[in-house]
């Protein structure tokens, strides 16, 4: 398992600090001794902040890309505050895009109903090439052919490439059936692929040394704005052209925002999902969790309850037509 992954695991062994006397005190009794089912697609400092420290379990439930994972927890897991689940970012917009599930039989969810607790990472894609590919800028992308690793047809490493190229010109090519990052890292460095769209702290996490080597150049980024550490990399909004483009790119950006959401079953204690929420915000800010984050390059811009909550109805109000228009793009770079 990849470092980043790991550390974000590890947060989930948390429990919070009281909110008030009597209502911490009710919490604690109830969590107290307890276990934690964490379920993730694809848990240290968290439970040191949840009343009771109770223990933290990690259950992987792999498979539809997340699906699997909200699924379960909308319609099998307990109710009572002992299961948390991280789906992929998939999910918040899969109800609206149907590209995991085109006829939407495989979503046996409402998003609405669920509590959320917090993303501890934003993490936007970024278009990377190898340092002996012929380009070093955007406009490279438009004149020289670059053969691009990826997965499947319907995975963020082949989506957001072909959107490129249809917005705005860029000739990369995606090679598929690629099983994972690492084969595609592999691939690069064999030569068989020139780069790859990926999230970002894949490089500053797990491929550091080859951004102080020099192996690698990050040219695009798909944020809705420039990250900090990026900031003379274009984002793929700044370069759309019409207004429908950039509504489109911003829609399916917002999954970006919610790199690992973590959420709980419908109808959990209102004095628990509270508990939950604020030991995930502690866990956010303690300085043993940010060290170890900043240590190996992981960021920390991470969204409270309200935030992610908030961006899940940005999804939700999205207009119909930018939906339409980027399900038109996908089915012309032929993603079903």
Same mark, same amino acid.
């Given at each position: 398992?990849?470092?980043?992954?790991?550390?974000?695991? !590890?947060?989930?062994?948390?429990?919070?600090?009281?909110?008030?006397?009597?209502?911490?005190?009710?919490?604690?009794?109830? %969590?107290?001794?307890?276990?934690?089912? @964490? /379920?993730?697609?694809?848990?240290?400092?968290?439970?040191?902040?949840?009343? $009771?420290?109770?223990?933290?379990?990690?259950?992987?439930?792999?498979?539809?890309?997340?699906?699997?994972?909200?699924? %379960?927890? %909308?319609?099998?897991?307990?109710?009572? $505050?002992? =299961? &948390? $689940?991280?789906?992929?970012?998939? =999910?918040?917009?899969?109800?609206?895009?149907?590209?995991? !599930?085109?006829?939407? !039989?495989?979503?046996?969810?409402?998003?609405?109903?669920?509590?959320?607790?917090?993303?501890?990472?934003?993490?936007?894609?970024?278009?990377?090439?190898?340092?002996?590919?012929?380009?070093?800028?955007?406009?490279?992308?438009?004149?020289?052919? &670059?053969?691009?690793?990826?997965?499947? /047809?319907?995975?963020?490493?082949?989506?957001?490439?072909?959107?490129?190229?249809?917005?705005?010109?860029?000739?990369?090519?995606?090679?598929?059936?690629?099983?994972?990052?690492?084969?595609?890292?592999?691939?690069?460095?064999?030569?068989?692929?020139?780069?790859?769209?990926?999230?970002?702290?894949?490089?500053?996490?797990?491929?550091?040394?080859?951004?102080?080597? $020099?192996?690698?150049?990050?040219?695009?980024?798909?944020?809705?704005?420039?990250?900090?550490?990026?900031?003379? =990399?274009?984002?793929?909004?700044?370069?759309?052209?019409?207004?429908?483009?950039?509504?489109?790119?911003?829609?399916?950006?917002?999954?970006?925002?919610?790199?690992?959401?973590?959420?709980?079953?419908?109808?959990?204690?209102?004095?628990?999902?509270?508990? @939950?929420?604020?030991?995930?915000?502690?866990?956010?800010?303690?300085?043993? %969790? &940010?060290?170890?984050?900043?240590?190996?390059?992981?960021?920390?811009?991470?969204?409270?309850?309200? /935030?992610?909550?908030?961006?899940?109805?940005? &999804? /939700?109000?999205?207009?119909?037509? =930018?939906?339409?228009?980027?399900?038109?793009?996908?089915?012309?770079?032929?993603?079903?």
């Amino acid at each position: 398992m990849k470092r980043a992954a790991r550390l974000i695991i !590890s947060l989930f062994w948390i429990v919070l600090p009281p909110l008030t006397a009597a209502r911490a005190e009710t919490v604690a009794d109830f %969590y107290r001794g307890k276990t934690i089912e @964490l /379920a993730i697609a694809g848990a240290n400092h968290y439970s040191r902040h949840i009343p $009771g420290n109770p223990t933290v379990i990690v259950k992987n439930m792999p498979g539809a890309a997340g699906l699997v994972v909200a699924n %379960y927890l %909308y319609n099998v897991a307990k109710r009572d $505050g002992t =299961v &948390i $689940g991280m789906p992929t970012s998939n =999910v918040p917009i899969e109800p609206r895009l149907k590209l995991l !599930s085109p006829d939407g !039989s495989n979503v046996k969810f409402d998003l609405g109903n669920f509590a959320w607790i917090g993303t501890p990472l934003q993490e936007p894609q970024v278009t990377w090439v190898w340092h002996t590919a012929p380009a070093t800028s955007v406009d490279d992308l438009k004149t020289n052919t &670059i053969l691009m690793g990826a997965t499947t /047809a319907s995975a963020d490493n082949a989506i957001l490439p072909m959107l490129v190229d249809e917005l705005i010109g860029t000739k990369m090519k995606v090679l598929t059936g690629y099983q994972g990052q690492n084969e595609i890292n592999l691939a690069a460095e064999r030569g068989e692929v020139q780069g790859n769209n990926t999230g970002l702290s894949n490089l500053t996490v797990n491929k550091a040394d080859w951004l102080h080597e $020099g192996k690698v150049r990050i040219l695009l980024q798909f944020g809705n704005e420039r990250l900090a550490q990026l900031p003379d =990399v274009p984002t793929a909004i700044e370069l759309a052209t019409s207004d429908a483009d950039k509504a489109m790119l911003r829609f399916y950006g917002l999954k970006f925002t919610m790199a690992r959401p973590l959420l709980i079953p419908p109808q959990v204690p209102a004095e628990r999902t509270a508990a @939950l929420q604020a030991a995930f915000q502690a866990t956010m800010q303690d300085p043993a %969790y &940010i060290e170890e984050a900043r240590h190996i390059g992981l960021d920390t811009n991470w969204l409270g309850a309200k /935030a992610l909550a908030e961006r899940v109805g940005d &999804i /939700a109000t999205t207009p119909q037509t =930018v939906v339409d228009h980027l399900h038109e793009l996908l089915a012309r770079g032929g993603v079903k």
